[in-house]
């Protein structure tokens, strides 16, 4: 035995008479419907703003901190150098009993101290190429440049 149950269909109907004008229903239907309003479009053009601000204050960050990276690379190198040249002037001193006033090796020490020797330079010695003999005398002193900053200088 079977039993069927008929459940009818119900459908609600808005009549035209009974629908606002202008109701959303209308709206979305009509020819207007893929179109922006323009508080949405002001919103995306505010947004895209916001993201063409970080882009170029996280742009100008990263040059600035290149720009102070590569002044610190070039103050290290400068250091390495400067101890490197100081390394190499004193392993290669010159001291001669005979003629001491020649050969002294002269130290002051100061406001503006200064060392002073005799040194046979290797062939890579800087400024070497200006003087017929790496036998020179290197004299080495710290000048002010400026009221905080000192410089250390190889004299001629």
């Given amino acids: 035995m079977k039993i069927k149950f008929q459940i009818p269909n119900f459908k609600f109907r808005i009549s035209k008479s009974r629908r606002k004008k202008n109701s959303p229903l209308e709206i979305r239907n009509s020819r ?4 922006f309003t323009l508080i949405e479009i002001m919103m995306a053009i505010a947004i895209f703003a916001l993201l063409v601000a970080a882009v ?3 742009w100008v960050v ?3 901190s290149s720009l102070v990276g590569q002044e610190a ?4 190198q400068r250091e390495r150098i400067a101890i490197r040249t100081i390394e190499d002037s004193l392993t290669c001193i010159q001291s001669f009993q005979a003629s001491i006033q020649y050969y002294a090796f002269n130290i002051t020490n100061g406001d503006q ?3 002073s020797f ?3 330079v ?3 010695f800087p400024r070497n190429g200006r003087f017929d003999s790496n036998l020179r005398r290197l004299t080495f002193s710290v000048e002010p440049v400026s009221d905080s900053e000192k410089d250390l200088v190889l004299a001629k």
Avoid: H, W
Avoid at 32 to 35: Q, T
Avoid at 73 to 76: E, H, I, M, P
């Fill in 118 to 120: 005799v040194a046979r």
């Fill in 73 to 76: 690379a070039k103050q290290a």
């Fill in 62 to 64: 990263i040059l600035k």
């Fill in 122 to 124: 290797p062939d890579v």
């Fill in 56 to 58: 170029y204050s996280t």
């Fill in 32 to 35: 207007f419907a893929g179109a």
């Fill in 113 to 115: 101290p200064s060392l």
